[in-house]
């Protein structure tokens, strides 16, 4: 009996953990007569309860309140007391810190519009400062991100100038996009009107499928990071979430339909007369490169779509990780949710204005489901306002000052939801709390014990050796997942390296790469600038890619001495095709301390080529070509290199080193390789000697006494 009770304290000390409570008081007039209109409730921040004045119960069922403490935390804190993480494992060990609150900024940029975007940056930057204190830690992420690309600071200046410069960072009713795929999905849907030959119609499937995809990115986007912050840690997170709200598609079978008389097949195979090569895509349909079969597969997964119940496994999932979120509608007081002339981007007949009704019930639909977001999740939801600023400080207020009330839950493992009612016995208080909580299951309780307890186990009997191995193939792991997004098209590609040069001065390198689409056929024109981390111009330069060519290779000279620290650059990419759109993409990153180096050169040769050494910014390769890889390393020193597989694996394939000498001062270090002999899959690069150690595509290698190396990922396609 006894193991028995000391077991059930201990399951309760982990709903403990994931069922910590937040109270806010308000306080209600006394009275009131009927010629006044009802007071709304006033927050009384100076009020002091004690731990007996409040009652919790869990289905109710009445609860002992064993962990009690008032939270109230001053922000607007000057910049310059905020202190920053230098790296992304201190700014890891940092969120665990119980004092720090966490905050994620999440940018719903599908489902914003430009209008929207400006109107938001004012209150939103305000409301930030007043927000984060001296010890909280905030993250910005945007649909297409990982979460855990995310990077967590205290300052709020490179949010501030990363919302100046990019206002219209809302994509939401633009007239043109530059999402390859969904520009796949309007030459492979153009909206052809019926015929007497085929009375099958596309109109409207290239929308509908763009919109459906938009919306899928977004609600996976927010269940990785509540996944993602579920794992960082166990206490109480916020994600301030900007968005119109959502539909929440369903599955809709008329997707499916016969169109232009076919049915889906299987791709047909072809020759890219550009580079000789097969390719299931018709690359003489237009700019972007189509194939029907990718663009039926797409149509079928996404008529099949529920998001409605993906978005209620979110919510669940929230209050287990115990993430509030605070949705804000930037449209303030929205009348109708589409413009009264649609501006399609799918080429073809214009779409019809929606009957009010309709409009009415999608703008509702968005309304609620940002309402249902935060009233699951207990945060506050900023609808139907235009005043954007008083919104926010509601959202500061409940946020920075609140009662903790933790208790062992009397409740089942059963892996349902549990309710929870918090009161407070002084007559005349109103108190909102969390709503509940996702309990586990035993088998779920178990598993994670023998989890930790394998993993105690294993830590106390490892060896130093062992221990490095391990770390060395969580490095590699690291290393390698940022491949995957080199997988999709894009207009244009950067790639950033930075390092020291002989006499300790920092210099800066971008490679750019341009697409293969049809408006970059006739060259392209880049502006390359390089910025602090308040978003401060420090250098700039101006690219020429010549006709057959498509990619650059320019250093960034800053006016002035650059120090270690964080920094960023920006490409800004226009072919020289009439109407091309401009491209632009940004990368981050740090400039480590003297003779450290970030990042690395990636240079290709092949068929592909012509035989020529070519930089380039994309990481994947063939069997047919060669990989060379260059570091700016300013020390001198003996050289060696090799190649690794997936799992740090040493493969039996020579590398060649060399060390070269650049007539502006800097040093490269370089490893080259012959690709024929390896099967498609990741590999790693690993340099060693000299004195710089960095890591190419988020990894780092490290050092063990005077040798330092690099390690650097690349991808080996069909």
Request: proline residues 7%; hydrophobic residues 40%.
């Amino acid at each position: 009996m006894a193991d028995r009770t000391r077991f059930l304290v201990w399951i309760s000390a982990a709903v403990l953990i994931t069922a910590g409570l937040k109270a806010r008081t308000t306080s209600v007039g006394s009275s009131r007569t009927q010629d006044q209109p009802p007071q709304r409730p006033t927050f009384r921040t100076e009020a002091n309860y004690v731990q007996d004045e409040f009652e919790v119960f869990e289905d109710r069922a009445p609860q002992k309140v064993v962990q009690f403490e008032r939270i109230q935390i001053r922000g607007n804190v000057p910049q310059d007391q905020r202190r920053e993480p230098n790296t992304v494992a201190e700014s890891r060990a940092m969120l665990e810190e119980s004092r720090a609150r966490v905050f994620v900024l999440f940018l719903d940029v599908n489902h914003v519009d430009v209008s929207g975007s400006h109107n938001i940056r004012k209150p939103l930057t305000d409301a930030l400062n007043q927000l984060i204190g001296a010890e909280d830690l905030f993250g910005v992420m945007t649909p297409d991100m990982s979460a855990a690309q995310v990077t967590f600071a205290r300052k709020s200046t490179t949010v501030d100038g990363l919302l100046a410069r990019h206002w219209d960072w809302g994509q939401r009713w633009r007239i043109t996009t530059m999402d390859p795929v969904e520009r796949m999905y309007m030459q492979c849907y153009p909206g052809l009107p019926p015929t007497e030959k085929c009375p099958d119609t596309d109109v409207g499937v290239a929308q509908e499928m763009i919109d459906r995809r938009r919306e899928k990115i977004t609600i996976d986007a927010l269940e990785d990071l509540v996944r993602f912050l579920h794992g960082i840690r166990e206490a109480r997170k916020a994600v301030i979430a900007v968005s119109d709200g959502w539909r929440l598609y369903r599955p809709n079978l008329n997707l499916t339909r016969r169109l232009a008389c076919e049915v889906p097949g299987t791709p047909p195979i072809m020759i890219d007369p550009r580079t000789g090569k097969l390719t299931t895509r018709d690359t003489t349909s237009g700019p972007i490169p189509t194939s029907m079969y990718e663009c039926d597969r797409d149509r079928l997964n996404l008529a099949q779509i529920d998001n409605e119940q993906l978005f209620r496994r979110i919510l669940d999932e929230a209050n287990r990780a115990n993430t509030s979120f605070y949705p804000i509608d930037p449209r303030g007081l929205p009348v109708f949710d589409s413009p009264i002339v649609p501006s399609g981007q799918v080429p073809g007949p214009p779409p019809p204005t929606l009957p009010l009704t309709v409009d009415a019930a999608l703008l509702r639909t968005r309304t609620n489901s940002l309402r249902t977001l935060a009233e699951n999740t207990d945060g506050i939801a900023i609808v139907n306002s235009n005043d954007l600023a008083n919104g926010f400080k509601r959202i500061v207020d409940d946020l920075s000052s609140y009662y903790l009330l933790g208790y062992y839950s009397t409740g089942k493992l059963d892996g349902r939801f549990h309710s929870i009612t918090v009161r407070v016995k002084r007559p005349g208080v109103q108190v909102r709390a969390r709503r509940g909580y996702l309990a586990p299951t035993q088998a779920e309780i178990e598993s994670a014990a023998a989890a930790a307890a394998e993993i105690n186990a294993v830590n106390a009997s490892a060896s130093p050796e062992a221990a490095a191995v391990a770390a060395e193939a969580h490095a590699i792991e690291a290393l390698i997942a940022p491949l995957n997004r080199s997988a999709r098209e894009l207009p244009v590609r950067l790639d950033v390296t930075a390092g020291w040069k002989s006499g300790n001065s920092a210099a800066v390198w971008a490679v750019g790469e341009i697409g293969t689409g049809e408006e970059w056929k006739a060259g392209a024109e880049a502006d390359v600038t390089l910025l602090s981390a308040t978003g401060t111009t420090l250098a700039t330069a101006h690219a020429r890619i010549d006709p057959g060519s498509r990619s650059f290779r320019t250093p960034l000279a800053a006016t002035e001495p650059l120090a270690a620290g964080e920094y960023a650059v920006r490409v800004r990419a226009r072919g020289a095709g009439a109407g091309s759109v401009p491209a632009t993409e940004t990368v981050r990153f740090a400039l480590p301390p003297s003779p450290q180096a970030a990042g690395a050169v990636l240079v290709r040769r092949g068929p592909s080529t012509g035989n020529k050494e070519v930089v380039t910014a994309d990481p994947r390769f063939r069997r047919s070509e060669q990989v060379r890889v260059e570091v700016p390393a300013p020390g001198s020193g003996q050289l060696s290199a090799r190649l690794l597989d997936r799992t740090g694996k040493a493969l039996a394939l020579p590398v060649a080193v060399a060390v070269r000498d650049d007539p502006d001062g800097s040093r490269w270090q370089t490893a080259q390789l012959a690709l024929a002999p390896l099967a498609a899959g990741d590999y790693v690069i690993e340099l060693s000697g000299g004195s710089g150690e960095s890591g190419r595509s988020g990894g780092s290698g490290g050092s063990g006494g005077e040798t330092k190396r690099t390690l650097v990922a690349f991808r080996v396609i069909p």
